[in-house]
């Protein structure tokens, strides 16, 4: 369940999205009670997600390398999640905020 859109930018440089966490999400429910985080696998879907737009493909079982979870997301957290074509077919997908970086990633593209 990806966040509905601030704004969207697809070209075949890369992918860059913007959208606000909505408190209400119900990753967000039980995880946890007095400070509610999003789960790191909600964002690392989110940045699969934009791969699948990306590439116009789905990626169902795929390899991903190199993740890392860096900062918390906070209900209402407003955030940019950016997907950048690397050699080889590879994608890196990082998500930021004013608070930071978030989360990275590097996704396998067609080659990978």
Do not use: Y
């Amino acid at each position: 369940m990806l966040p509905p859109l601030a704004s969207e930018s697809l070209s075949t440089d890369g992918l860059r999205w913007t959208f606000t966490v909505p408190a209400d999400l119900p990753f967000f429910e039980g995880h946890f009670t007095d400070h509610p985080i999003l789960p790191g696998v909600v964002a690392l879907g989110w940045m699969l997600a934009a791969a699948e737009r990306f590439l116009a493909c789905p990626l169902a079982g795929v390899e991903v390398l190199n993740v890392k979870f860096q900062v918390v997301i906070l209900p209402d957290a407003e955030l940019e999640l950016t997907l950048l074509p690397k050699p080889g077919g590879r994608l890196h997908a990082t998500v930021r905020s004013e608070a930071g970086g978030h989360a990275s990633a590097l996704i396998p593209g067609q080659e990978g």
